[in-house]
Structures are given as structure tokens and as C-alpha cells.
């Protein structure tokens, strides 16, 4: 069992930054690819970003190529999600979630998920 818990929302202006942040505990989670996805109000849950379990792959929506990163260390069993240029239609709760395939990963099809943490972005 692998427990992820997220952390570094907030409420942030429009073209501000703020960096999210996943804590894993528990199964190997080096051995895993993970990925942050986001629901906002009265929408269906859409993929964000994902990693490779080596970090060697990354992958990214469209709407927020060239403004989010994400990146992992292993040694410290977290991963997080650099978030800059935001605009108020980031507005949404993210999650962190893993799993042991990329393709699936990438697709939302993950074993572990966490809790969410809101992050809003006013105009």
C-alpha cells in the first residue's frame, strides 16, 4: 500500500506561482510513475503532468506546457509540481496519484491516489 498526501495549495493572483507538493509512504515508490491531475468545480478530472519512475520521461497537457513542471526525488519519496504563470482557469483541486505503468499513469489509470489540495487562482 502506498499513502500519498499533497500539500502547497493555496490562493494565489493570476500570474503568480505556487509549488505543490506529494509525500509518498509505504510500497516502493521509486518503482513507480506518477502523475498530478486536477477537477474543477462541475468538470470531469483531467491529467496535468506525469513522470517516469526513473524521471526520465515527463509528459505534460497542453494548457499548461511551459508553465508547470513537474519533477521528483526519489531519496526523499516526494514529487511536485512547479506551477508559474497561473490563470484564474487552474482553479481546481489537484491530485497526486502513482501507479506502476507510464501509459497508464499518464492516462489517469493509477493504483494510489491522494486526498487533493485546492489551489485557486483569482483574477
Known amino acids: 500500500q502506498v499513502q500519498l498526501v499533497e500539500s502547497g495549495g493555496g490562493l494565489v493572483q493570476a500570474g503568480g ?12 515508490f521509486s518503482n513507480f510513475a506518477m502523475g498530478w491531475f ?10 496535468v503532468a506525469a513522470i517516469s519512475w526513473s524521471g526520465g520521461r515527463t509528459y505534460y497537457a497542453d494548457f499548461v506546457k511551459g508553465r508547470f513542471t513537474m519533477s521528483r526525488d ?23 496519484a502513482g501507479g506502476s505503468g507510464w501509459s497508464r499513469v499518464k492516462s489517469g489509470l493509477c493504483d494510489y491516489w491522494g486526498q487533493g489540495t485546492q489551489v485557486t487562482v483569482s483574477s
Request: hydrophobic share 25%; charged share 25%.
Open 17 to 28: 506561482s505556487l509549488r505543490l507538493s506529494c509525500a509518498a509512504s509505504g510500497r516502493t
Open 38 to 47: 486536477r477537477q474543477a468545480p462541475g468538470k470531469e478530472r483531467e491529467s
Open 74 to 96: 526519489t531519496a526523499k519519496n516526494r514529487v511536485y509540481l512547479q506551477m508559474n504563470s497561473l490563470k484564474p482557469e487552474d482553479t481546481a483541486v489537484y491530485y497526486c
